[in-house]
């Protein structure tokens, strides 16, 4: 569907579940949060509605995340049963990679072949320290394993956080040297209670990008020159399914991997988003920065029909603005007191 600014919507991600067995610094705030109720989230049928009414009005992309996906019980055959769901092209998982070692071969076989993982530091007491109590060990195990089983591509999120791992940047880039690994750079967003704690903290990824230009040279990826952005307003191009969306892509020249850098808050990708969150609690939401969101929950258990459901739908889509502001500020991060957690980052 294409939304009244010429932007096509062909992208759901997809929250299962509020619930993580990690803590976060930038998702979840320090005294923690109240979690849903089982009544409270939806069931996987009604995911599977909504799913198919999106894919009806033309969403080919799903991704399931949330929370931390792979704690919701019965996650591997909700997923096995999307592929059965004729116009997904695509669909990929994001996980804090703790539980992949044991998952992996369960979701290879479900027809699960993308992964994006959640890693922010490459040494174990940092590790432990930004998630609360977090195992270094299970991540790297598990990203290891799906590597070897054959989970293509694979690509490592990592929260660049001035004072904190921004020490670490060039030791991820090497894991791009010799790994089949797409390192992605992800600005620091300031979202809710947990973005007041870490206000302060944010890094541009222009310096990012500049300190592994000092011992790499960083070549662009599919026409990525095109892509680099150099105002708030430009475009960056979503490179299809499989592809990177938002991200500027690049390879180290004679490594084995890529590096990538998703700007939200010093270049926004805003006129090429194409996509739509559903929250674990059954709310659509065209903006990761909107409180605007459209509750499907209420109607699907008050028997609506597929029409009412598509008309809810195209409400989101064309009600999605065409641009927000990402501000590292107080006043900013005070609109969006959803916290990431519970919209599904």
Excluded: W
């Excluded at 979840?28 to 049928?45: K, M, V």
């Excluded at 198919?52 to 969403?59: D, S």
């Excluded at 694979?154 to 660049?160: L, P």
Aim: with cysteine; aromatic share 6%.
């Amino acid at each position: 569907m294409i939304d009244k600014y010429n932007r096509e919507i062909n992208y759901l991600r997809v929250s299962v579940t509020d619930r993580c067995n990690l803590r976060c610094v930038y998702c979840t705030p320090r005294e923690g949060q109240s979690l849903l109720g089982h009544d409270d989230i939806l069931r996987y049928e009604e995911i599977s509605r909504i799913i198919r009414m999106a894919v009806k009005i033309g969403v080919a992309k799903v991704r399931i995340t949330g929370g931390e996906p792979l704690v919701r019980h019965g996650i591997v055959d909700f997923i096995a049963s999307l592929k059965t769901i004729e116009g997904i092209d695509d669909i990929s998982l994001t996980t804090n990679g703790t539980f992949l070692e044991a998952f992996a071969e369960r979701l290879f076989d479900a027809g699960m072949k993308r992964i994006n993982i959640s890693l922010d530091s490459l040494h174990a007491g940092k590790y432990a320290r930004i998630t609360r109590g977090g195992d270094l060990d299970a991540v790297l195990r598990g990203i290891d394993k799906v590597c070897r089983i054959g989970f293509s591509p694979i690509k490592i999120n990592t929260v660049a956080i001035k004072g904190f791992n921004d020490d670490e940047i060039l030791d991820f880039t090497r894991l791009a040297l010799y790994k089949p690994y797409q390192i992605r750079f992800i600005e620091l967003m300031p979202i809710g209670q947990a973005g007041m704690e870490n206000n302060g903290k944010y890094l541009s990824n222009d310096i990012v990008k500049e300190r592994i230009s000092r011992f790499y040279r960083l070549e662009p990826v599919n026409g990525n020159q095109e892509s680099e952005v150099r105002d708030q307003g430009s475009e960056v191009r979503d490179q299809g399914a499989g592809g990177s969306g938002p991200a500027q892509i690049f390879r180290i020249a004679g490594g084995v991997g890529e590096i990538g850098f998703i700007s939200p808050v010093s270049r926004q990708f805003c006129r090429s988003c194409n996509r739509l969150r559903l929250t674990a609690d059954g709310h659509l939401r065209a903006c990761l920065l909107s409180e605007a969101e459209v509750d499907l929950k209420g109607p699907l258990r008050n028997g609506c029909s597929d029409e009412e459901l598509e008309r809810l739908l195209k409400r989101v889509i064309a009600g999605k603005q065409k641009q927000y502001s990402m501000a590292c500020n107080e006043n900013h991060v005070k609109k969006c007191m959803r916290e990431m957690s519970s919209i599904g980052g």
